[in-house]
């Protein structure tokens, strides 16, 4: 599975952003897709993951309320939409994907390039 994140940008606080993941293979459906992010000098963090079938979300605390993933699988896409956002959500964005539910980053065998979103005060 190949995959390849978009979306990120330049966004004033409390506003929103959508990203996307696009993957190639289709077998993309048997496998639960994932977002990470990762600010400068800090640990990769897990934000959100959702199951094969588009159901199952689960989310980071941090994002909880905030953030909404899901996926068009007749599109081979995953999405993290991103709402009122603020300056601790800069960070880059991974979109990933893995054969088990999971939040840590080792269980993810395929990562997209990332996608920089940055969140000005």
């Known amino acids: 599975v190949q995959l390849q994140a978009c979306g990120g940008g330049l966004v004033q606080t409390g506003g929103s952003l959508r990203l996307s993941c696009a993957a190639s293979?289709?077998?993309?459906?048997?496998?639960?897709g994932g977002w990470f992010r990762q600010a400068p000098g800090k640990e990769r963090e897990f934000v959100a993951r959702?199951?094969?079938?588009?159901?199952?979300?689960y989310y980071a605390d941090t994002v909880k309320g905030r953030f909404t993933i899901s996926r068009d699988n007749a599109k081979n896409t995953v999405y993290l939409q991103m709402n009122s956002l603020e300056p601790e959500d800069t960070a880059v964005y991974y979109c990933a994907a893995a054969r088990v539910l999971a939040t840590t980053p080792l269980s993810y065998a395929y990562w997209g390039q990332g996608t920089l979103v940055t969140v000005s005060s």
């Open positions: 293979g289709r077998t993309f459906i048997s496998y639960v």
């Open positions: 959702i199951n094969g079938g588009g159901s199952g979300e």
